[in-house]
């Protein structure tokens, strides 16, 4: 270090000379490009109006490769998708001819297994009620109109506590009572409206009709069809005096 700063100071600094024996770099003079026979014409035999999509996405592109290896459902044909008979009888079934009685048991999970309700005897019902055919001017809605009409249909002065007995007196054609959940009524004007007869409703004349109402037609409203032929209450028969 001190003799450098000495040759420094005297201005004697050794200038290192270049050495002949380096290889100086070069400057190779670089081809031009070939140029492209293409200058726009078209050779003969290619399609001018060539106007098909390229493919998307493309054959090297990492979303097709993706896409082969993803686990795609296959479009299954219909023997594939329809299983085979569950019975070797079935496989040779001929159509338009009667099928062979099977021999092997059917479980009552088998879907060919008849349902339960086809394998019993139908429930016989009661015998139908019919209607009759009425006289015309003798249908519901005029009966409707008889009963706003204001006429006395009642055929007593006020309402009556009506006892068994005196209930049994009413039992002809053209004085019928009848006693329906407790209330009287007076059906002789209505005899002629009944959509079911005449002879069906004088089968409770003079009694309680309560039961064999309900078994032909208890979604009728017997209250609302005889309020205007209200007569009185059922009471309990009075008991005698020995």
């Excluded at 270090?1 to 002949?20: C, F, K, V």
């Excluded at 053209?174 to 407790?182: E, I, K, L, R």
Aim: aromatic share 6%.
């Amino acid at each position: 270090m001190t003799s450098y700063l000495r040759n420094w100071w005297t201005g004697s600094i050794p200038i290192a000379e270049p050495s002949t024996t380096a290889s100086i770099p070069t400057i190779e003079r670089l081809s031009p490009p070939p140029e492209d026979d293409d200058d726009g014409s078209k050779t003969e035999g290619e399609d001018d109006d060539d106007d098909s999509p390229p493919a998307f996405p493309s054959l090297s592109s990492a979303q097709r490769v993706q896409t082969s290896k993803s686990n795609i459902p296959t479009i299954l044909s219909d023997s594939a998708l329809m299983p085979p008979p569950p019975l070797p009888q079935l496989a040779n079934r001929v159509p338009g001819v009667p099928a062979i009685r099977l021999s092997a048991p059917q479980s009552a999970s088998s879907s060919l297994a008849l349902p339960p309700t086809t394998t019993k005897a139908p429930v016989k019902l009661g015998k139908k009620r019919g209607k009759v055919a009425l006289a015309p001017g003798f249908g519901p809605l005029d009966w409707a109109n008889l009963k706003a009409s204001g006429g006395d249909l009642r055929g007593v002065d006020q309402l009556q506590r009506i006892p068994p007995s005196v209930l049994k007196q009413h039992n002809k054609r053209d004085d019928a009572w009848s006693a329906f959940n407790g209330k009287v009524y007076n059906i002789t004007p209505y005899l002629s409206y009944h959509p079911g007869g005449e002879k069906e409703l004088m089968r409770v004349a003079g009694r309680d009709g309560t039961k064999l109402f309900a078994s032909t037609h208890a979604w009728v409203n017997v209250d609302f069809m005889l309020d205007s032929c209200l007569v009185g209450f059922l009471i309990p028969e009075p008991a005698s005096d020995y």
